[in-house]
């Protein structure tokens, strides 16, 4: 499969602003398959409006062994070239000792070649250096080609190719000029999403327009990997239906989770609290994570949605939320300002703004009291900037063996056949995601 890895130097290089460029441009005029490596939600969003693929996170920690591989094989299906962006500095991982969940790793795993985005600002001969450091450390990594973000204009530029064509074997593949208008706006949580900034992906293009496209196809061309093709999914025949809402709100889900789903025979349909969408007919409500503080009013208005929510969880049909979900799950969210805002209240506890939790991996196991996922191990990652003001000590579905979950060591808020927790699960941490999912719905259903 062609493909390349885009990894960075370190954190805030430029990284994403010019993958997601790359993919738009190439998008033009082939089929271009996106990923991200790590646990993240907006990136991968702007990798999926430029390519019009759904974009797809490696992610070793939470997929074993070389399951990304999996992962690669069936998303790729019908592309003409894979383009990975990575996650922090190329060998940033779980340790300082060791290259596990690090971008490196995953390269590795995937067998494809990686393209250094080094921030130049100040740099000309000490760049050279840099891109040696890389290249030398970890023989295994197959660094093909740099890209030189920031370069400030053409004498810069001059020194930064005598400096590199002298002292390294790295080809240089782009020298990427300051452009105004071209950063990414963040918020908490990471990068605005793209429904917020509609023109940011036509823009990144601008970044492209400075690299050597036939340098950096030559570099994807140069791959040999090869991915299996065969469902990583365990299939079932369960004739059900899950409802998930899809908005500004709620759009942070592992596509990994909703592909298991179609797998064990669950139709899955989306919807819009945000738009007003009353709450679909189904056996089963997937509440994913997003910006529900953001939109907490208007939320809050959409009665049809959390009252059928409430009705649903109080038959006996399955809710489960994640972080978003889970304080859309809650009696209210309670604002930064003190102001409360109801919700469905499935869960007797209110989601009280506060400071930042994470990001962390989490290793969860279902306890007994797990309605879908009892004795499971699962992995995910938590990310949030709330916390649960229970009523009374709950009763909990995870008892957390990594992370904070919601309070004691424990996550997985449970309400009879419902349950929030902070953690986003990963389908393919575990053999079977869907089979508890699917026993509870044959008895319901």
Known sequence: MKGAVIAGAGSGVGKTSIATGVMSLLSRRMKVQPFKVGPDFIDPQYHTAATGRCSRNLDT?????????????????????????????????????????????????????????LDARSLTRSAAA???????????????????????????????????????????????????????KSRHLGLKTVDAREDDVSALEALADDLDMDAF????????????????????????RVAVPMDEAYCFYYEEN?????????????????????LPDADMYYL????????????????????????????????????????????????????????????????????RHGPKYTISEGTPENPLFAGMEVRGHEFHYSELSLRHKGVFGFRMERGT?????????????????????NALSVPDWAGGIVERLRRFH
Do not use: W
């Open 258 to 278: 909703l592909e298991c789903l179609r797998a064990a025979g669950i139709d899955v349909v989306t919807f819009s609290p945000l738009a007003g969408d009353p």
């Open 217 to 240: 196809m030559d570099v994807c061309e140069s791959s040999t990997a090869e991915f299996p093709e065969d469902s990583p999914y365990t299939s079932h025949s369960c004739g059900a």
């Open 61 to 117: 920690f939470m997929v074993p062994g070389d399951g990304i591989r999996g992962i690669a094989g069936t998303a790729s299906r019908g592309a003409d070239v894979c383009i990975v962006e990575g996650v922090r500095g190329l060998y940033e991982g779980l340790s300082g000792t060791s290259d596990r969940c690090s971008t490196a790793e995953a390269a590795k795993i995937l067998g494809l070649p990686v393209i250094l985005v």
């Open 405 to 425: 979950g919601i309070a004691g060591g424990m996550d997985g808020l449970v309400s009879k056949n419902s349950i929030g927790s902070y953690s986003h699960m």
């Open 288 to 355: 994913g994570g997003g910006y529900p503080e953001l939109f907490a009013s208007r939320i809050s208005e959409n009665r049809d949605f959390l009252e059928g929510l409430a009705n649903a969880s109080a038959e006996g049909k399955p809710v489960m939320g994640e972080c978003g979900g889970l304080m859309t799950m809650c009696e209210a969210i309670v604002d930064s300002e003190g102001g409360r805002h109801p919700m469905a209240g499935i869960l007797e506890a209110d989601a009280v703004m506060c400071g």
């Open 130 to 184: 840099i891109i040696n450091g890389f290249a030398a450390f970890d023989p295994g990594v197959d660094i093909r080609g740099v890209i030189l973000n920031n370069v400030s204009g053409k004498q810069h530029e001059d020194k930064l190719r005598d400096a590199i064509g002298r002292y390294c074997d790295v080809e240089i593949v782009g020298m990427v000029r300051r452009h105004e208008g071209c950063e990414l």
